[in-house]
T-cell receptor, first 116, second 110 residues
């Protein structure tokens, strides 16, 4: 069964450094997302991406964050200057259709980001 | 702001017991999803419920969507250690985002 793949599985970085988290969504999916889960807390929406542009973003997704689909397969999340509170599990997801009946999310296994 | 409240937060039971977990909201959702999450992995979709009053079965798991489409339940019959995990309900938050409940962490003892 096709799956969403994320790399790296674990990233440790120092505060103020830039990180890029990478994802390969399911190939025939059109909608791409980043979610994060701080340890012990809810899965939170960060951003959705469709037709090569951001379709929606949350208040968490401030100017430090950006997303890109540099080619036909990869989808990346960049954090420009990491803060301690950015430490979390970051999940990439994709769907065939907008979320809802036809568009359940398919998640990758996440990247655990630790900012020291 | 749409919120999904799940209860209980934690449940520890013996193998063979039945259990029900709940997902409640004051908002109406066009559909709700149930996901299961294992440690160190992403959530995996179990089911989507769409119609008020709908009941869906997945082997020993029974999912129900409330008549008013504001709540849902997950019932597990004869729980097994393999059912251990975090069960999340989720629904469309308007637009492109999905909002998640905090989850019910289930532990089934052999």
């Amino acid at each position: 069964e096709p799956e969403v793949t994320q790399t790296p599985s674990h990233q440790v970085t120092q505060m103020g450094q830039e990180v890029i988290l990478r994802c390969v969504p399911i190939s025939n999916h059109l909608y791409f997302y980043w979610y994060r889960q701080i340890l012990g807390q809810k899965v939170e929406f960060l951003v959705s991406f469709y037709n090569n542009e951001i379709s929606e973003k949350s208040e968490i997704f401030d100017d430090q964050f950006s997303v890109e689909r540099p080619d036909g397969s990869n989808f990346t999340l960049k954090i420009r200057s990491t803060k301690l509170e950015d430490s979390a599990m970051y999940f990439c997801a994709s769907s065939e259709a907008p979320v809802g009946v036809l568009g359940p999310l398919h998640f990758g296994n996440g990247t655990r980001l630790t900012v020291t | 702001t749409q919120l999904l409240e799940q209860s209980p937060q934690f449940l520890s039971i013996q193998e063979g017991e039945n259990l029900t977990v709940y997902c409640n909201s004051s908002s109406v959702f066009s559909s709700l999803q149930w996901y299961r999450q294992e440690p160190g992995e992403g959530p995996v979709l179990l089911v989507t419920v769409v119609t008020g009053g709908e009941v869906k079965k997945l082997k020993r798991l029974t999912f129900q969507f409330g008549d008013a489409r504001k709540d849902s339940s997950l019932h597990i019959t004869a729980a097994q250690p393999g059912d251990t995990g975090l069960y999340l309900c989720a629904g469309g938050g308007g637009g492109f985002k999905t909002i998640f409940g905090a989850g019910t962490r289930l532990f089934v003892k052999a």
